[in-house]
T-cell receptor, first 117, second 112 residues
Framework: DAGVIQSPRHEVTEMGQEVTLRCKPI?????LFWYRQTMMRGLELLIY????????DSGMPEDRFSAKMPNASFSTLKIQPSEPRDSAVYFC???????????????FGPGTRLTVL | AQSVTQLDSQVPVFEEAPVELRCNYS??????LFWYVQYPNQGLQLLLK??????LVKGINGFEAEFNKSQTSFHLRKPSVHISDTAEYFC??????????FGQGTELSVKP
């Protein structure tokens, strides 16, 4: 398997622009997670899906952020409008089950490094 | 609420020396603990996990960790590190909702 695939790997945009990050989970995994990593706040869970349905979006910072999972093999995280404080590395991860409730593990993609000027 | 604290933000060590990366946790319920590694410009990769059973857990790349309930710790150890072990290491705990809560990370720097 190719693992979790994220695109783009790097994104540089200007404040106010719309940004869309994409993720393809590992085939067969029924959980998908979006994380954000910054120096100040570390790794934060933004939202996760189970069988394409958003389960917990309590980590989404504000209404400018939205995430969708139209099918089992694709998810997007959108920021509109983007702001400089959104600059971070965004990771997507997938698993068979919630960590700890099964023996399965979260597998992380390589991340998208977002810079908002 | 569950949480983890990684006591060292940076750990410099010479090649072939032993290393211990410290992690303390806080939880009032059953504990599931993980160590992940992040190599430069890459995503996180699972090193090892403790769900139940033996308190000494062996992981990949020669790492091991010991779950100590009385000290609420889950320290990561390796008897002899390599240059290639240079990375950031994250301790994580599963909260009651099943979500992973990560520590702030420890940057391991192995010098020749």
């Amino acid at each position: 398997d190719a693992g979790v695939i994220q695109s783009p790997r790097h994104e540089v945009t200007e404040m106010g622009q719309e940004v869309t990050l994409r993720c393809k989970p590992i085939s067969g995994h029924d959980y998908l997670f979006w994380y954000r990593q910054t120096m100040m706040r570390g790794l934060e869970l933004l939202i996760y899906f189970n069988n394409n349905v958003p389960i917990d979006d309590s980590g989404m910072p504000e209404d400018r952020f939205s995430a969708k999972m139209p099918n089992a093999s694709f998810s997007t995280l959108k920021i509109q409008p983007s702001e400089p404080r959104d600059s971070a590395v965004y990771f997507c991860a997938s698993s068979f089950g919630l960590a700890g409730l099964t023996t399965d593990t979260q597998y992380f993609g390589p991340g998208t490094r977002l810079t908002v000027l | 609420a569950q949480s983890v604290t990684q006591l060292d933000s940076q750990v410099p060590v010479f090649e072939e020396a032993p290393v211990e990366l410290r992690c303390n946790y806080s939880s009032s319920v059953s504990v599931y603990l993980f160590w992940y590694v992040q190599y430069p410009n890459q995503g996180l990769q699972l090193l090892l996990k403790y769900l139940s059973g033996s308190t000494l857990v062996k992981g990949i790349n020669g790492f091991e960790a010991e779950f100590n309930k009385s000290q609420t710790s889950f320290h990561l150890r390796k008897p002899s590190v390599h240059i290639s072990d240079t990375a950031e290491y994250f301790c994580a705990i599963v909260n009651q909702g099943g979500k992973l809560i990560f520590g702030q990370g420890t940057e391991l720097s192995v010098k020749p």
